[in-house]
């Protein structure tokens, strides 16, 4: 059983910056495929950011540039950067068994492990 406790989340005026944190064991991140995902009020949950298990990542076009996902030992960070309004949802760090494509590593479908997720609020 694959546990995930997210962190960080909270209240920041369009252009700020904040940083989420999942924890989870390090034998996870170098056997599961790991995703950040969002959920807008009134909106379907989307993939944001995802670190395949080799260590590769893949960004979600509306995110590029902005939000970088990163690892360390036994913590996954999404660092975001430049925020704007529309980023404002509850984000939740997900594992998945196995990923190959941006496709998978960004679906929904592809994760079978949630963490509870945590608030992002982006407004002035």
């Known amino acids: 059983q694959v546990q995930l406790v997210e962190s960080g989340g909270g209240s920041v005026q369009p252009g700020g910056s904040l940083r989420l944190s999942c924890v989870a064991s390090?034998?996870?991140?170098?056997?599961?495929?790991m995703g950040w995902f969002r959920q807008a009020q009134g909106k379907e949950r989307e993939g944001v950011a995802a670190?395949?298990?080799?260590?590769r990542t893949s960004y979600a076009d509306s995110v590029k540039g902005r939000f970088t996902i990163s690892q360390d030992t036994d913590t996954m960070y999404l660092q975001m950067n430049s925020l704007k309004p529309e980023d404002t949802a509850m984000y939740y760090c997900?594992?998945?068994?196995?990923?190959?494509?941006?496709?998978?590593?960004?679906?929904?479908?592809?994760?079978?492990?949630w963490g509870q997720g945590t608030q992002v609020t982006v407004s002035s």
């Open positions: 390090a034998y996870t991140y170098s056997n599961y495929c």
């Open positions: 997900a594992a998945a068994h196995w990923c190959l494509t941006t496709r998978q590593a960004l679906g929904v479908k592809s994760y079978t492990y």
């Open positions: 670190r395949y298990s080799d260590g």
